[in-house]
């Protein structure tokens, strides 16, 4: 089974410049989040998907971040235009719903390693 | 603000020895615990998960949780220079599959 697929791995752009990140879910996995990690520090939610719909955006800097989710599947993450306090990995992760034994676990995407310069 | 917070290391133990990881978190309401591994330019990778008081054993990690005090701990028998990373513990509540992680652990096992 293939995991979490994101695309690109790595992204250098100039401050103002726009970026998109791409994330592919497990087959079958309706719920789809983004993370961001900075240096040193534990991954921050950023926005949470049921299928298509947008659930959890509080943490979304929405004044330039966007996301989207055709479909339910594959998952956007835009940026425009980012600043230099954006240089971060920014990961996405997939999860079922919890069967039996409660089962909340996310398997993360090898994530998209962002330096704004 | 809900908070899972981890002691922050970095933690440095020697080969064969016992490695101990802590947590703590602020939201009473949280159900469902997670430890995460990750590698070094890796992504976090599940380890353990725990739901109920006491303790839940996985080969040599050891999980537990003791929801009174709002406590979290992960225990690594026979630690191995390849378990050398960071831990992340995360914690999430209710229906909600909102994780919310630490700032994470790093771990060296020297040989």
């Known amino acids: 089974e293939a995991g979490v697929v994101q695309s690109p791995r790595y992204k250098i752009i100039e401050k103002k410049q726009p970026v998109a990140f791409w994330c592919n879910p497990i087959s079958g996995h309706n719920t789809l989040y983004w993370y961001r990690q900075n240096l040193g520090q534990g991954p921050e939610l950023l926005i949470r998907y049921e299928n298509e719909e947008a659930v959890d955006d509080s943490q979304l800097p929405k004044d330039r971040f966007s996301a989207e989710r055709l479909k339910g599947v594959d998952s956007t993450l835009k940026i425009q235009p980012a600043e230099l306090g954006d240089s971060a990995v920014y990961l996405c992760?997939?999860?079922?719903?919890?069967?039996?034994?409660?089962?909340?676990?996310?398997?993360f995407g090898s994530g998209t390693r962002l330096t704004v310069v | 603000q809900k908070e899972v917070e981890q002691n922050s290391g970095p933690l440095s133990v020697p080969e064969g020895a016992i490695a101990s990881l802590n947590c703590t978190y602020s939201d009473r309401g949280s159900q469902s615990f997670f430890w995460y591994r990750q590698y070094s330019g890796k992504s976090p990778e599940l380890i353990m998960s725990i739901y109920s008081n006491g303790d839940k054993e996985d080969g040599r990690f050891t999980a537990q949780l003791n929801k009174a005090s709002q406590y979290v701990s992960l225990l690594i028998r026979d630690s191995q220079p390849s378990d050398s990373a960071t831990y992340l513990c995360?914690?999430?509540?209710?229906?909600?599959?909102?994780?919310?992680f630490g700032k994470g652990t790093l771990l060296t096992v020297n040989p």
């Open positions: 995360a914690g999430t509540g209710g229906s909600n599959y909102k994780l919310t």
């Open positions: 992760a997939s999860s079922s719903p919890p069967g039996q034994g409660g089962n909340y676990g996310y398997t």
